[in-house]
């Protein structure tokens, strides 16, 4: 296993077993780090390094009068927020990507952000989603579900975006298509969504995503898959690699939220393993790695993390959900790592409170 891959795995593994011989290298998750929002749900950051040293986090956020599922799916935004350190915690800034309208593909909803520098740019790679309907508000809450017209819809428009800017600060310019849509009779048929890119030296990206593609009764759609789509540059066109995917029920297993970086060694990802078939765990997390963003193979040793948490509090606690890994990486280095993350016993239905939280790395 490589160097980075051993840091990353000490790091965010809280469950301490013969194996591991670094545990006191493991620090402890800040209890007033990361990023939370009174009056709305928070999920999914993505962090980078500002030209003034100044840490810039894009997270989603949508108003807590909508249940967290699926209330995401059709009314959330993305904001930005700022600290002078990694661990925060993180001042609300401004909304980067914000509602523009149904008749945009992402007009009513953008989710998941991946934030990359490239060079003097600065690229916003998201989810976003529309629906052709009145807006959800409190006076007719009751008529909204997963089942309502609203997610019916906003679950089959969703799409991976991208906005670019100069500045971490904005303003960001989005396209008004997709990067990548779906294509039938594949595993992404039925929608596309959380982009996880990496951008190489040359300029060319690798890019992860999520797919569904539709069930035999044509309406439905199925089980998560994660696909893999390479362009020359940033700008595109994205082409996806196969109609094969990386993962699946029917490949390795099915996982969700993979985040890619890169050091001298090669490519790594970290995942969630949706059903446990990797882990032996469902929700935990998992590692692999590549050579090139194509080819992945799970590490021997594939346990990246649990939901158990130790705080600076002295405090270990169980959280109701860990998910959306990122890693920050600094001089080629990872040094941090965020989740998005739930309270209460499990079960986003369960949940009374979401905040972006964060775990550093203790350097030697």
């Known amino acids: 296993m490589f160097k980075s891959l051993f840091c990353l795995f000490f790091l965010v593994s809280t469950v301490i077993n013969a194996q591991n011989k670094v545990s006191s290298a493991l620090s402890e998750a800040p209890v007033k780090g990361g990023f939370e929002m009174e009056g709305y749900w928070v999920w999914g950051s993505s962090v980078v390094k500002g030209n003034n040293g100044i840490y810039h986090m894009y997270a989603s956020r949508w108003p807590k009068f909508l249940p967290f599922h699926p209330g995401w799916m059709i009314a959330s935004e993305i904001v930005h927020a700022t ?86 600060d904005g303003p960001w310019e989005r396209y008004d298509t997709p990067i990548l849509a779906v294509k039938p009779n594949t595993f992404y048929s039925y929608l596309t969504s959380n982009p996880s890119p990496l951008i190489k030296e040359d300029g060319s990206v690798v890019l992860l995503f999520k797919g569904r593609n539709y069930k035999d009764d044509g309406i439905s759609n199925a089980d998560m898959s994660i696909g893999v789509a390479t362009a020359s540059s940033f700008v595109g066109p994205y082409t996806v690699v196969r109609d094969t995917p990386l993962f699946s029920t029917e490949h390795l297993g099915e996982i969700e939220d993979p985040h890619i970086w890169s050091d001298t060694e090669g490519l790594h990802m970290v995942a969630k393993d949706q059903r446990g078939k ?87």
């Open 83 to 168: 600290s002078k350190t990694p661990e925060g915690p993180y001042k609300f800034q401004d909304v980067a990507l914000g509602t523009r309208g149904a008749q945009f593909w992402d007009g009513r909803s953008s989710h998941n952000p991946k934030v990359v520098k490239y060079k003097d740019t600065y690229i916003l790679y998201y989810m976003g989603s529309t629906h052709p309907f009145e807006e959800v508000t409190e006076e007719n809450i009751d008529e909204f579900s997963l089942q309502s017209k609203w997610c019916i819809a906003g679950r089959w428009n969703k799409r991976i975006g991208m906005a670019i800017s100069k500045s971490p």
């Open 278 to 364: 990797i882990t032996g765990v469902a929700g935990d997390g998992l590692l692999a790695h590549s050579k090139d963003g194509i080819q992945w193979e799970v590490d021997p040793n594939p346990k990246a993390y649990t939901k158990l948490v130790k705080w600076d509090s002295g405090k270990t606690t169980k959280q109701g959900q860990l998910e959306r890994p990122f890693v920050l990486v600094e001089d080629n280095v990872p040094t941090h790592i965020f989740f998005a993350t739930m309270d209460g016993p499990g079960g986003f239905s369960k949940g009374s409170k979401t905040w972006n939280m964060v775990i550093p790395l203790a350097q030697k």
